[in-house]
């Protein structure tokens, strides 16, 4: 039976296609959701899965075949050209608190709307006077 790493080294190429087609799924599904529907929980949902599709495509566009961690220590000074860069690394860890932080605010401005106006669905909420 062959072993994770021989079969990640035969089948790289099909994997970094299927890693940014997922990234790229998930942004398209994510713009599906916040553009098309009319309930406000299911936009907020679609702008999660979308800031989700972002991250995965920048960890994808950062990673460096054969890379070695951003660490200088004794003996591995000529390995700078296969260190991974870390920023697309720290954005994502910021994006993802960030992107946190957003959903948590939407959802409670939801159920806040909610309260007042009975209804979570843009086009109900746009017929109301005030």
């Known amino acids: 039976m062959m ?13 970094s296609i299927a890693v940014y087609g997922t990234a790229i799924m ?11 529907k009319k309930h406000l929980v299911k936009i907020a949902i679609g702008l999660s899965i979308m800031d989700s599709g972002i991250n995965l495509l920048f960890v994808a566009v950062g990673y460096i075949q054969n890379g070695t961690a951003p660490i200088f220590s004794p003996g591995h000074e000529g390995d700078v050209a296969k260190m991974v860069d870390p920023v697309p690394q720290a954005l994502v860890l910021t994006a993802i608190v ?33």
């Open 26 to 36: 998930l942004i398209i599904i994510g713009l599906y959701g916040v553009l098309l």
């Open 98 to 130: 960030i992107g946190f932080a957003v959903t948590a605010l939407a959802l409670s401005l939801i159920i806040r709307l909610y309260k007042h106006h009975h209804t979570a669905n843009i086009d109900q909420i746009n017929s109301l006077k005030w």
């Open 3 to 15: 072993e994770f790493s021989e079969i990640f080294f035969k089948y790289k190429d099909l994997i």
